[in-house]
């Protein structure tokens, strides 16, 4: 049995126990108690979040984890020398520690990410690097894993930390398994960007979010403005005049960052061939899909790769 422990403390953001969820839908896939779940805090007792729901603890002192989840509030308070003294113990005999969104600000505080790579909410980034210069912060990843040490972005980022710990506990099906029963998309992987294309696309009606969303489902097929007009029942000058209008970009430019954002995403795995990249994402060829990468990020795939696959090797060295 694996033995999660919750770190809370006064004014936590309640949304991060949306991790226990991941953890209780793997229990029962896997019909056994394959975790226990523990919520903690400083000194025990009732504990209220930001919200004003108040949550039951029992004190964190004396108590050993497989795992530790160290939470944060909205405002990246740095939590108590009582609470950092914890997390220091806890990383002698822990397995892994996680700091989902401004957790991550009470493991800098007890000096965990103290040379390491590490995320956080986007919004609390500068702060993050004008209080812990140490930290290596890599603002942009959903999650970032350096040796025993887990870090996400804000909000919904801890589901995919915590899916990650599933699927690394017992195998990719499980973690998908979950992922459907919380109605999720799809499994985000450590690498993607926290700022979804979708969303800084960002159109108002159904109609435009319906096209977007049909296109993200068919990015390898030939987008023409047309197809997508005529799949939310618009004529092509109709549709061409409401997405602009909504998005402030055209139909073929908002496609290419869907592309781009699927491409990088691949880019990930290292069986991958570029050619199969850019073919799923409907790029059709490298040359085409190089030309858009440097277009956005002012670097090519190629680079992008060996940057992701380095920075992985020093998260997975040999013999931890």
């Known amino acids: 049995m694996i033995r999660i422990g919750m770190l ?24 056994q108690e394959l975790y226990d779940l523990t919520l903690l805090s400083e000194h025990g007792g009732a504990v209220r979040a930001s919200c004003g729901v108040v ?22 308070t740095d939590g108590t020398p009582g609470l950092r003294e914890f997390l220091r113990r ?21 000096g965990l990410l103290d040379g390491r790579r590490a995320t956080t909410h986007w919004f609390h980034a500068l702060k993050m690097r004008r209080d812990y ?9 959903i999650f970032v894993q350096d040796d025993r040490v887990w870090t996400s972005a804000g909000a919904t980022a801890c589901i995919d930390l915590a899916l990650a710990f599933v699927e690394g506990d017992s195998n990719s099906d499980v973690a998908k398994h ?5 109605v999720i998309y799809h499994r985000r992987a450590g690498g993607q960007s926290q700022h979804s294309a ?17 296109a993200k489902r068919h990015l390898s097929d030939d987008l023409y403005v047309d197809k997508l007009a005529e799949v939310v029942h618009m004529s092509t000058r109709q549709f061409s005049r409401a997405f602009a209008d909504e998005t402030g970009t055209t139909p ?43 277009r956005l990020y002012g670097e090519s795939p190629q680079s992008i790769r060996r940057r992701i696959l380095c920075e992985n090797a020093a998260s997975h060295p040999p013999g931890v």
């Not at 979950?178 to 919380?182: D, E, S, Y």
């Open 8 to 31: 809370l403390y006064p004014q936590f953001q309640l949304f991060n126990l949306s991790v226990a969820t991941v953890f209780e839908f793997a229990n029962d896939f896997l019909q």
């Open 55 to 76: 949550i039951e603890t029992v004190p964190c002192s004396s108590i050993s984890f497989d795992t530790i989840f160290a939470f944060g509030d909205n405002n990246a």
């Open 90 to 110: 806890s990383y002698k005999t822990a397995r892994r520690i996680g700091g989902p969104c401004t957790g991550a600000f009470n493991l800098a505080g007890a």
């Open 133 to 141: 210069p140490a930290v290596k912060l890599q603002e942009d990843k």
């Open 178 to 182: 979950v992922a459907r029963m919380l």
């Open 198 to 214: 979708m969303l800084e696309i960002g159109p108002r009606s159904d109609r435009i979010q319906k096209a977007l969303a049909y």
């Open 252 to 294: 073929a430019k908002a496609i290419e960052r869907l592309r781009i954002e699927a491409a990088r995403l691949m880019l990930e795995s290292r069986t991958l061939t570029l050619e199969t990249v850019a073919r799923e994402a409907g790029f059709g060829d490298p040359d085409r899909m190089r030309r858009a990468f440097i």
